[in-house]
């Protein structure tokens, strides 16, 4: 009944991390809190003296007062008469004592009275200023060497803080760029794991060759592009692409992501940058990828703070860095997003990132190429036919296809074989498009009517009109996305860029076709057409106010698009009244349709029930069967 979404995976690289971009000397001079040595010194001694007055002050004390037993006051009197005592200290409140042959520390409350001393003396007591606590070796141990120890620590930490440079601070790589290097392994990727994308890799190969053979370029006079941006929707593969740079030229590859700039404190980002180029020049020639670079990358307002905020002052680290190093050495700066009209226009510009690659959703053979690609590491029979799975996933990136493959080999194994089959691929396709067969949803008998005379509906309306996509698929089996049924319908053409208006009005009226079925059979309706509403909707809205079919408007565009990569968010252009007509115009382009589609169906009520009454039966039919009884003569 929806048309449903679709869901993302990850390239995942070949390459070994052999290590960190936190072995050089840092950020540099670090950012504006630490660049004074004698700052660091400062705050270490000063935690150094706290730390020896708590040993000194709680932890000794403490311990000594654990080894003292408490007694009573008639308990030393008694000592005394039996003369026992052997050492006393006397103090205003309390009385400490030992016994002749006994190590204990006893302490009792004073009662001072007159003779006391003498009595004590006559006693035999030997008086001491202060009576020593009994402390174990270990801990003696570590009241002498404790200190020493904590400074020795920090008197480390310093120095090697200071030999790398000062940025790194003492509790953390503050100043460090935290990029991971990664080298060519012996699987590394290459372009040939790239597939679908050839425009992007033709664009990106000079690049390699570059790196390769700079001596050809500097024969000339010609400079390497210092900066590629890849732009393109989520999963096409732009990550890959970058790799498969770095494994094509065997350079080493440093890759960060964008947010890892973003620090607490201001300062910090731009010293990771710093220290990510100083890295760089080390290693050279090698290749940078920033990922997600509009996460820094985003165009400056000055708003905040004076245009002095943490993301600016990285930003602007980021653009000297870049026309600061020299192109020469062989240091390419590869970048990713799929936000690129957010980007500041100064990261743009020639000399930072001289070219723009698209990276975009993959055409019919790209999603064959990729297909074969994702399953050349998966068990499969001998008669897999990609085309047809391609054919079935219009709009599907690099991501969601190689989802598609796993999702088969799961369902592989689940049901107890060791090779993938044809009806494994096509049900991963349903699996990505509507989610997995919601079992635990029990339709009654009535509701499963509903649905089937709603996707009967679709479909029926689609099969009646010329220039619309055959049905491949229908199905009333509820699925997790939320779907109770839903009717598939593939070009047999595979591509198709150009849509004609009456190819979209069509589109609108298979849309309504489940709507209009539940109207003529049950004389009212459902919730069940939200989805389609809602896609018919903007449709119509597309065609009004940006495709330039409409009646009053002609070709003038009253909406533009944002975000073309993450949704495609639309922004009016125009007045509230012109809104307002543009409204009127959408609605009844919509109820137009939604007319003809109960015309459509009322015309061929008779093949609806048979339909119909075939789906209830059975769930699932495909498309061959839908037109087989499609094109039955008297059958009811």
Not at 104 to 120: C, K, P, S
Not at 337 to 352: E, I, K, M, V, Y
Request: proline share 3%; charged share 25%; hydrophobic share 40%.
């Amino acid at each position: 009944m929806a048309k449903l979404g679709n869901i993302f995976d990850n390239n995942d690289g070949d390459f070994r991390e052999v290590g960190g971009g936190n072995n050089g000397n840092g950020g540099g001079s670090g950012g504006p809190n630490f660049r004074k040595p004698r700052k660091q010194m400062v705050i270490y001694w000063l935690i150094a003296i706290v730390a020896i007055l708590l040993i000194n002050t709680v932890v000794i004390p403490a311990l000594a007062k654990k080894n003292v037993k408490s007694s009573g006051y008639d308990e030393f009197l008694s000592a005394v008469d039996n003369r026992t005592i052997d050492e006393v200290e006397l103090n205003d409140t309390t009385i400490r004592y030992t016994l002749k042959n006994n190590d204990t520390i006893y302490e009792t409350g004073r009662i001072a009275y007159l003779g006391e001393v003498d009595r004590l003396y006559n006693a035999g007591a030997h008086f001491t200023q202060e009576i020593p606590a009994t402390v174990s070796p270990i801990w003696y141990i570590i009241y002498n060497v404790l200190p020493l120890g904590i400074m020795i620590f920090l008197g480390y930490r310093l120095s090697k803080t200071l030999s790398q440079g000062g940025g790194a601070g003492m509790f953390g790589n503050f100043g460090k760029s935290n990029a991971k290097v990664y080298v060519k392994d012996k699987t590394g990727i290459t372009f040939k794991d790239v597939a679908g994308e050839d425009e992007a890799k033709e664009l990106l190969k000079e690049m390699v060759d570059f790196l390769h053979d700079p001596k050809k370029y500097r024969a000339i006079g010609a400079k390497i592009p210092k900066g590629a941006l890849l732009v393109g929707p989520p999963g096409t593969g732009k990550t890959l692409l970058a790799k498969a740079v770095a494994g094509e030229a065997d350079v080493p590859f440093f890759s960060i992501s964008g947010s890892e700039f973003v620090e607490m404190f201001v300062g910090m980002g731009a010293a990771k940058v710093r220290d990510l180029f100083k890295e760089a020049e080390k290693k050279a020639p090698c290749i940078v990828f920033i990922d997600e670079i509009d996460a820094i990358g985003k165009k400056r307002n000055g708003n905040g703070l004076g245009g002095n905020d943490e993301r600016e002052q990285t930003l602007n680290q980021l653009l000297t860095e870049m026309d600061g190093f020299d192109g020469t050495k062989g240091i390419i700066v590869l970048a990713a997003t799929n936000q690129p009209d957010s980007l500041d226009p100064a990261l743009l510009r020639p000399g930072r990132f001289d070219r723009r690659v698209p990276v975009e959703l993959p055409d019919m053979q790209g999603r064959v190429e990729i297909l074969q690609v994702h399953a050349k590491d998966v068990k499969m029979t001998g008669n897999i036919n990609f085309e047809a799975i391609a054919k079935a996933c219009p709009g599907a990136s690099g991501a969601e296809l190689a989802n598609m493959i796993n999702e088969a080999a799961l369902r592989a194994v689940k049901d107890g074989r060791d090779k993938v089959n044809q009806q494994d691929l096509e049900e991963s396709i349903e699996v990505v498009m509507a989610g997995y067969k919601k079992k635990n949803k029990v339709l009654t008998e009535k509701e499963k009517l509903i649905v089937a005379y709603h996707e009967v509906g679709h479909a029926l309306v689609a099969a009646m009109q010329d220039n619309s996509a055959p049905v491949h698929k229908i199905t009333i089996i509820p699925r997790t996305s939320g779907a109770l049924g839903y009717t598939m319908q593939v070009d047999e053409e595979g591509n198709h860029y150009l849509q004609s208006r009456e190819e979209l009005t069509n589109k609108i009226a298979t849309l309504t076709g489940g709507r209009a079925a539940e109207e003529l059979i049950f004389k009212t309706i459902t919730t069940g057409a939200a989805n389609d509403i809602e896609q018919a909707t903007r449709l119509a809205r597309n065609m009004v106010s940006s495709f330039g079919m409409n009646k009053g408007f002609g070709m003038v565009a009253l909406q533009a698009k944002q975000n073309a990569y993450l949704g495609g968010d639309m922004t009016t252009a125009c007045s509230e009244e012109t809104l307002a007509r543009a409204d009127r115009e959408v609605i009844e382009l919509v109820q137009t349709q939604y007319d003809r589609a109960k015309q459509i169906l009322a015309d061929n009520m008779k093949k609806l029930h048979e339909i119909v009454k075939y789906l209830y039966e059975k769930e699932t039919i495909t498309g061959e069967e839908f037109m087989d009884l499609l094109s039955r003569k008297d059958e009811l």
